[in-house]
């Protein structure tokens, strides 16, 4: 079982952990207008899968907002933010601060992303919520880049992994 951090202690994460050279799994997640959207699998464009725990804490919104930015910036590439946030509130989130360049989706219905990616917090304060991680998807489906960020309180490698779909 992979582990993290929050605060300093020690977190178990539960699922099935994917790492570099695995195929991406090809999960539904729900978007905010309740339709469906899928990530991972083959696409045919490369897909960067920002997993957080929740759009509503400082460094979440932070994270969310750089990756809104750069994906202006990003040729033939999707970025997708998965949290188990409720659709509802993802689409005022993206509403009130103005986030239009990346998809947001909820694992809020059966857990099946963070299980397929070994993302799920297992015990502690945030036990049943999505870990930090970034995922990095080839046009073929295949993982290029994984970061599960060490502490859940710190933002991400960004250049790295924008660095990784270029």
Do not use: W
Not at 74 to 101: H, K, W, Y
Not at 103 to 122: E, I
Not at 123 to 151: M, Q, S
């Amino acid at each position: 079982m992979s582990q993290t951090h929050l605060k300093g202690n020690p977190v178990s994460l539960g699922g099935n952990a994917v790492n570099v050279g695995d195929k991406a799994p090809e999960v539904v997640v729900v978007a905010q207008d309740l339709s469906e959207i899928k990530v991972g699998g083959a696409t045919g464009k490369k897909q960067i899968i920002v997993v957080v725990p929740s759009l509503d804490t400082p460094v979440c919104a932070a994270e969310t907002r750089k990756f809104n930015e750069e994906a202006a910036k990003v040729q033939n590439a999707s970025i997708t933010v998965v949290s188990m946030d409720l659709p509802f509130a993802m689409g005022r989130f993206c509403t009130t601060e103005g986030i239009e360049n990346l998809s947001v989706g909820s694992d809020f219905r059966n857990k099946d992303f963070a299980n397929s990616y070994g993302v799920l917090v297992a015990d502690g304060p945030l036990a049943g919520v999505t870990c930090r991680a970034i995922f990095v998807a080839n046009e073929d489906g295949v993982v290029t880049y994984k970061e599960i960020v060490p502490e859940i309180t710190a933002e991400p490698d960004y250049e790295s992994a924008l660095n990784a779909i270029k």
